[in-house]
């Protein structure tokens, strides 16, 4: 015997039928013998629709509003799967973040797990009973208010659950059957992973890759979580295993590139004829990060005449428009000649453990994508991954480019 948590996302419960399935998906947990927790995301698109609500009523919404009613979508869905698995005479009930408690920090909108008390729910395997609980939620304990944990939280919910229960393992149900050498939507040749190491899931989740959110892969490596992600639209009676998430140690066969991610979620600005002195990145940055906007790639052109220099620098489109109007303001202080900004890019990135020990992994791609015409506006790279950033049209044609050069496509 065993404990599970079993998370099933937003399409995995997209209407009745769905939920009805996923009720057959835990029914043969239970008949296995196992104690399940499970955790649903709300119905897909409903999250959408509910954030839409939030800022027709104001632009400028107070987020424990908004927190209030986003929880809502998974409040449904966790009733309604309760409702589902009694109809087919398994023992269930509903838990909202707040009843566990999935105790949370007060940054409404992301907030992050602080603790769970698992014993209500292992009570409740005492009993033989299913806990049906709504992802992506919890409580600010002080204030005693709603929180969720950010778009994508409930993979977080289910991982966090998973230790603190101690679960032997946490399955992430999902619309794909796994995690694939990039997105099987963009790219059709992407391939299967047996397995990912934890270092390169993080890498590729924050660079673009939403199958799983980015602090639930935290959670799993930190808590030595056995995590997989598999697919909700097997057969409940023959279901795959899907991709395990796992320590690099236990991956045999090591590729020099694992996987490609891109993000839309980017934006350029550049300064034009900065102060080639000291003290200008710093005028520029700080206030940057002060409001809490977070600086991606950053180059700096070296001057040809030691007085003025060109600044290039990315932050997530969201934010676009504030560091606009705060680099703006700034302009006496930093002293520059013209400000240009641009929405339509993407950043495009691969990701592998096998980077750290091979050269000139990223300067193939660079030759790789010239050959296809695709100016590069902007280059990092870290220890397991490298980034490009380049016009937003030419996404698929460069995704597929390197996919191919790094002999990822389906044999
Ligand atoms: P859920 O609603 O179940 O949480 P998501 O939409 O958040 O599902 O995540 C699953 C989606 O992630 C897939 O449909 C797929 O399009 C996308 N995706 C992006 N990159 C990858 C990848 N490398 N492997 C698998 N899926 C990916
Ligand atoms: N429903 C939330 C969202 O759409 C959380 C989740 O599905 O993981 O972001
Ligand atoms: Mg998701």
Redesign the pocket.
Known sequence: MARLVMKF?GTSVANLDRIRNVAQHVKREVEAGHDVAVVV?AMSGKTNELVAWCTDASKLYDKREYDAVVASGEQVTSGLLAIALQEIGISARSWQGWQIPIRTSDAHGSARIESIDGSSLVNGFNRKEVAVIAGFQGIHAESGRLTTLGR?G??TSAVAIAAAIEADRCDIY?DVDGVYTTDPRIVPKARRLDRVAFEEMLEMASLGA??L?VRSVEVAMVHKVKTFVRSSFDDPANPQPGTLICDEEDIVEQQVVTGIAFSKDEAQLTLRSVADKPGVAAAIFVPLADANINVDMIIQVVSNDKKSTDITFTVPAADFERAKVIIEGLRGDIGYESLQGATDVVKISAIGIGMRSHAGVAARAFKALADKGVNIRAITTSEIKFSVLIDAEYTELAVRTLHTLYGLDKP
Do not use: A, L
């Open positions: 996302g995301s994508g409930s993979d999902t939403k199958v959110q």
